[in-house]
């Protein structure tokens, strides 16, 4: 029986990117959305064309009945679950001095609230052996200005995941973050010019900015057996960018 993996935020970007590789390993993947219903059912068509298995699920991150569910209906589908990979995030940028607590609650509630929810569910169903793979970023380490809010739920996520770990103690289930440094997805490079765009894809010693795939490969390998030591740690997958 194939194991099962759920894929938060699997409508696009790094998340189908994710999706498509865990499918391709093996893995009936859940895709995930918050609201993209059609993006979400063209991941499924991908993953399909390609002999895989893959059912798409709404679940907001952040409200915890809709995680709840997101769990329940993949147990119901499939009868467990084997890996959780929570990729889903927003990266909403405003300065600290301008005091935007409208968008620093989205990104929190999104980011880190929503990190801390799958996890608890994760915890309960994630069956012996598993694997939870969460999502921080690279930008951690550069303190970019405007950044504030978004880093701010992204350092929380690494907080969060060695206490987990060390929660799990004895059940045999990692737990790790993936932190990649620019990606081209749409979430990046939206609202960039491309002049910020080139240079940003300079900084890392490898000189691009990473792909999804990348990142797919990533937590293709922590999903897989060759990743079962990893555990507790913060993967930078950033070509050398931090």
Excluded: C
């Excluded at 709404?58 to 990979?85: H, S």
């Amino acid at each position: 029986m194939a194991k099962i993996a759920i894929v938060t935020g699997a409508s696009r970007g790094i998340g189908r990117s994710i999706a498509k590789r865990l499918a391709a390993d093996g893995f009936a993947v859940i895709v995930n959305y918050a609201g993209n219903s059609v993006a979400a059912e063209e991941t499924v068509g991908e993953i399909r064309k390609a002999d895989g298995e893959a059912l798409a699920i709404k679940a907001d991150v952040a409200n915890p009945a809709e995680v709840k569910q997101l769990f329940d209906k993949t147990i119901e589908a499939y009868g467990r679950v084997d890996v959780v990979v929570n990729n889903a995030g927003i990266m909403p940028l405003s300065p600290i001095a301008k005091g935007d607590i409208e968008a620093f609650d989205k990104v929190i509630a999104t980011n880190l609230r929503g990190t801390f929810l799958i996890f608890a569910q994760a915890a309960q169903h994630v069956a012996e052996g598993g694997r939870i793979i969460a999502f921080s970023s690279s930008v951690l380490a550069k303190s970019f200005p405007t950044y504030g809010p978004y880093i701010a739920s992204k350092a929380g996520v690494e907080g969060l995941v060695p206490v987990l770990a060390n929660e799990l103690r004895g059940r045999n289930i990692t737990v790790n973050a993936i932190a990649p440094g620019p990606t081209g997805t749409d979430l990046f490079l939206t609202g960039k010019t491309p002049e910020q765009i080139a240079q940003l894809s300079k900084l890392a010693p490898l000189e691009r900015l990473g792909q999804p795939e990348d990142i797919a490969n990533v937590v293709s390998f922590l999903a897989g057996p060759d990743g079962s030591w990893v555990n507790a740690q913060i993967l930078r997958a950033n070509g050398g960018f931090a």
